[in-house]
């Protein structure tokens, strides 16, 4: 069973910068697609970013390409989230998703069975 603890999030000015960072533990992490979703009030969750087992591949939502960067550090059995010229639209709680391996579906968040409690990020203008 994959546990996955994020952390980075708050409250920024539109323009600055935040790190989101994802914890894992109890599985192998190495082995994992990884996710970032964000979840907006009275919306439904959303794709966000992710990156392949591999760390070789990402994905990105239209909405965030260009501003926002997905990485690992299998070392350190964590996921991270670089967001850039954050804007207003992008507050949210953002989640940290796990799956097994695989090759398709990255945006699909059913296909993701472990998450993370999620971090609010606050953009104010």
């Known amino acids: 069973q994959v546990q996955l603890v994020e952390s980075g999030g708050g409250l920024v000015q539109a323009g600055g910068s935040l790190r989101l960072s994802c914890a894992a533990s109890?599985?192998?992490?190495?082995?994992?697609?990884m996710g970032w979703f964000q979840q907006a009030p009275g919306k439904e969750r959303e794709f966000v970013a992710a990156l392949s087992w591999t760390g070789r591949s990402t994905y990105y939502a239209d909405s965030v390409k260009g501003r926002f960067s997905i990485s690992r550090d299998n070392a350190k059995n964590t996921v991270y989230l670089q967001m850039n010229s954050l804007k207003p639209e992008d507050t949210a709680v953002y989640y940290c998703a796990a799956r097994i391996a695989s090759y398709r579906d990255y945006e699909n968040l059913r296909r993701y069975p472990y998450w993370g409690q999620g971090t609010q990020v606050t953009v104010s203008s």
């Open positions: 109890g599985g192998s992490f190495s082995n994992y697609d």
